[in-house]
């Protein structure tokens, strides 16, 4: 027997969410949102630009069934370091938050890049999300330059504004 799984019927609405600034997390009532900063560039795909262009905001919003540090799983990892090494770091999902915001709000203050999204992906079969984002933070000691927040969550909705 021959199954296929269609990629072009899998859709998760993250429009042009790739590469857009993160600005703050939020963690209330078993809720995690991440809210953006959204900028339509030009050399996005016409079709999909064109339902996006009027947007200057977005939020994820990710809903769960119980403590959300129980249903998260947050993985701090670092670019290859002068030895060779790849680290990873896993906290809490409220640890993360205020750390994070604390790094935003700095990079902000200072002018420097800010923390981006990449992409989210999905395991439907498990109920599990991956939402995977590029960061700059150095914590303990280590640089560490992407993020991935492995959720089991009940929805996750994508607000565009």
């Given at each position: 027997?021959?199954?296929k799984?269609v ?6 609405p ?5 590469d857009?600034d993160l600005?703050e997390?939020?963690?209330e009532?078993n809720e995690l ?5 959204i900028s339509?560039?030009?050399d996005?795909i016409?079709s999909?630009a064109e339902?996006?262009k009027?947007?200057?905001k977005?939020?994820i919003?990710?809903r ?9 799983n947050?993985e ?12 990873v770091k896993?906290m809490?999902l409220?640890e993360?938050v205020?750390?994070?915001?604390k ?5 902000k203050?200072k002018g420097?890049?800010s923390?981006?999204y ?12 991956q939402?995977?984002?590029?960061i700059?933070?150095?914590?303990k000691?280590?640089?560490?330059d992407n ?6 969550a009940?929805?996750?909705?994508f607000?565009?504004?």
């Amino acid at each position: 027997m021959t199954e296929k799984f269609v990629l072009s019927e899998h859709y998760i609405p993250d429009g042009i969410l790739h590469d857009q600034d993160l600005y703050e997390i939020k963690l209330e009532n078993n809720e995690l949102t991440l809210s953006f900063d959204i900028s339509c560039f030009e050399d996005y795909i016409a079709s999909v630009a064109e339902k996006y262009k009027d947007f200057t905001k977005c939020r994820i919003k990710c809903r769960f069934e119980e403590d959300a540090d129980s249903c998260v799983n947050v993985e701090l990892k670092s670019c290859r370091q002068k030895n060779g090494v790849y680290k990873v770091k896993v906290m809490s999902l409220s640890e993360f938050v205020e750390i994070a915001n604390k790094e935003i709000a700095y990079r902000k203050k200072k002018g420097y890049w800010s923390w981006e999204y990449i992409a989210t992906g999905v395991s439907p079969n498990f109920g599990l999300a991956q939402i995977d984002l590029f960061i700059w933070i150095k914590y303990k000691g280590i640089v560490y330059d992407n993020c991935s927040l492995n959720l089991d969550a009940e929805e996750i909705e994508f607000i565009w504004e």
